[in-house]
């Protein structure tokens, strides 16, 4: 089976897509549970402003979850462009 | 095992291209439809102030879904979309639960339904922001921080509809997966009614709740 | 050196069952140790109720314990499987069960040792409530055992299953592709899911009057914390089941082993993190219980946004599967 050298850059292409998008994940996913545990602690604490602190919840998740965007982003890339 | 990934096709020719549907999973949606009619027609038929059971459990979703709604949006949105949520929740439940009948399938298992669903829930939240902010604030958004993050900020909406989709699809499609393989491990003895009971009932539940709270916090962070 | 297939496979049937039970040991080992370390704290606040809190304990580190026995278990039977028809594809098998119980077993272990430690601190608080703290701890940690058992019908299922004449080129790596998928992807699941049955424990010693709440919370929070495994599941099934036109490519081959390796480490983040918001929700219940509605839906919000990343992941893999 000979191997030539645009199949060795399509295999990496896969993997590294495999690789970008799966470690990717692990940052983002720890770090917005976080920020939902520390919202329901607040809530918690002082319920009266839960409209507040949901919208304050959403806003700093998807803030931590642009990371894993760009993840995706460069998963998508490795697939399809390269 | 043989089940996995059989899919009863219909595929109809159209100038030249062809539309495939799953006619499996149009019976079905068709099925829960008419359960959400006939128990709408019961819950509303011959109102009294004293209700009888089924109008009380009516009322109770009705009034649990209508809070839920008003907690997000306010008292004013939420008469607009307050029927939208009530009836996405009725649907996505007895479609997750519809799995529990024997011969019958979750509608939900299938990546069409739901991904339409979200479709449906993009298109209307974003509709609304536009209608609340004027088409302008509503652009100048997808600039924020900077210009150029501009398709970054696109790919990052989208991404919601992938999410809130694929969310519901893995959760029932593996749920049922896991219920074939262990009924077949088993011989179906003894584990599949908890199977059964924990990834149909309540996991269904669960999702469906999810799915419908998202969907009303999408439309409010386009809202304000 | 000439190897014949009988040996490839014996080698990967050795190889499969020592990182089952080697990978295996690690999260029950911790997960042990910290309940063993919150007994011993217990049993110097309260030393007059040592007895309870030992036995408390004992019946805590059987239950975290159970992760590493099913991983024993796949060991055995893969040191002492007989084969009847040695092929290539049946040694990639064999590795990837080793290799999906192996990975299962770490985050349940880890994961169902907080209920028992914390069920232990609790009953030196709260002496007359033990048995009901039993209950939860018991309840909490089978629930955060999930994820391994996913991986165990994995691992039994590339062993024990006849797959046919799947061409060997393409296949191989899809086998290892599941077995990394399952195995990954149930380490953040089985993690998070004990940080919720940890805070439920706490939770219930600290407002006994709580409970009934605080463990159906404790419930919700770690059916959704399942969620990433279900994907890992979901992933590692249609690369067993699907069937790949045979292709000596080396490229067709890495893309399957790619979206078992993107789903396994995809799932690990949003385990964890879907387990620490459960944990937050619980441990606030049992402080505010009047509002325990509230953190409920802000819980499945939270745990549903910081899910996106396991969904992406899950698209790639999905990609990688059937588009490319």
Not at chain 3, 83 to 104: D, H, N, T, W, Y
Not at chain 3, 112 to 120: H, Q, R
Not at chain 3, 180 to 193: E, F, R
Not at chain 3, 262 to 273: D, E, L, N, Q, V
């Amino acid at each position: 089976m000979a191997i030539e050298g645009a199949e060795i850059v399509k295999a990496a292409a896969f993997i590294g897509a495999g690789l970008a998008m799966g470690l990717g994940a692990i940052g983002p996913g720890v770090g917005e549970g976080m920020v939902a545990a520390k919202a329901c602690e607040a809530i918690g604490r002082n319920p009266k402003e839960a409209g507040l602190l949901t919208r304050t919840m959403l806003v700093g998740q998807a803030v931590s979850e642009s990371t894993g965007i760009y993840s995706l982003v460069i998963a998508l890339l490795l697939l399809f462009v390269v | 095992m043989g089940e996995l990934g059989k899919l009863h096709q219909l595929i109809i020719p159209f100038f030249g291209h062809t539309i495939t549907l799953n006619l499996e999973v149009i019976v079905m949606t068709w099925i829960v439809f008419t359960m959400l009619i006939i128990l709408g027609l019961f819950a509303g038929r011959k109102k009294k102030i004293l209700p009888g059971p089924i109008q009380a459990f009516g009322e109770l979703i009705v009034s649990m879904l209508y809070g839920l709604t008003e907690d997000a949006l306010g008292k004013e949105r939420a008469k607009t979309y307050g029927p939208l949520v009530c009836a996405l929740f009725m649907f996505l439940l007895l479609s997750n639960w519809l799995g529990i009948i024997p011969h019958l399938e979750e509608p939900t298992k299938d990546l069409n339904t739901t991904l339409g669903l979200g479709i449906m829930g993009f298109v209307i939240a974003h509709y609304a922001g536009i209608k609340s902010k004027g088409f302008k604030a509503y652009i100048k958004e997808y600039f924020q921080p900077i210009f150029f993050m501009m398709p970054l900020n696109l790919i990052g909406e989208l991404a919601k509809i992938v999410s809130i989709s694929f969310r519901l699809f893995g959760n029932i499609m593996g749920g049922s997966i896991i219920i074939l393989v262990v009924s077949s491990l088993t011989y179906s003895v003894v584990l599949p009614p908890f199977l059964y009971a924990f990834f149909g009932l309540f996991v269904g539940t669960i999702q469906a709740f999810v799915f419908t709270m998202l969907t009303i916090v999408y439309i409010s962070v386009q809202v304000r | 050196m000439a190897v014949d297939v009988e040996t490839v496979v014996k080698i990967a049937a050795y190889a499969g069952g020592g990182m089952a039970m080697g990978f295996g040991a690690i999260g029950a080992a911790i997960g042990e140790g910290y309940t063993a370390a919150r007994a011993n704290l217990a049993i110097s606040r309260n030393p007059k109720i040592s007895g309870e809190i030992f036995k408390n304990m004992l019946v805590g580190q059987a239950v975290a314990e159970s992760a590493s026995i099913f991983a024993l278990v796949i060991a055995i039977l893969l040191l002492f499987l007989d084969v009847p028809v040695p092929s290539l594809l049946k040694a990639s098998a064999l590795l990837a069960a080793g290799i999906s119980m192996g990975f299962g077993a770490i985050g349940s272990g880890v994961g169902s040792g907080y209920p028992g430690g914390e069920a232990c601190f609790g009953i030196a608080k709260q002496p007359e409530i033990a048995s009901q703290l039993t209950t939860n701890m018991l309840i909490g940690s089978a629930v955060c055992q999930t994820p391994a058992i996913f991986s165990m019908v994995v691992a039994l299922m590339l062993m024990f299953i006849e797959f046919g004449n799947a061409p060997l080129y393409p296949t191989w790596a899809a086998y290892l592709g599941a077995g990394l998928s399952m195995g990954l992807a149930a380490i953040g699941s089985g993690y998070g899911g004990g940080l919720a049955a940890g805070a439920s424990c706490e939770g219930i010693s600290r407002h006994p009057k709580t409970a009934a709440s605080v463990t159906t919370i404790m419930l919700v929070g770690q059916a959704v914390s399942q969620t990433p495994s279900i994907f890992g599941l979901l992933i590692s099934f249609i690369l067993m089941f699907k069937s790949f036109p045979e292709s000596t490519s080396l490229s067709a081959a890495m893309a399957l082993l790619a979206a078992g390796i993107c789903m396994g480490f995809g799932g690990i983040g949003p385990g964890i993190g879907n387990g620490m918001a459960a944990e937050g929700a619980v441990r606030w219940v049992a402080r505010n219980v009047e509002h325990a509605g509230d953190l409920m839906r802000i819980m499945l919000v939270g745990q549903a946004v910081s899910q996106s990343t396991a969904i992406y992941a899950m698209v790639v893999s999905l990609v990688l599967i059937f588009v490319v």
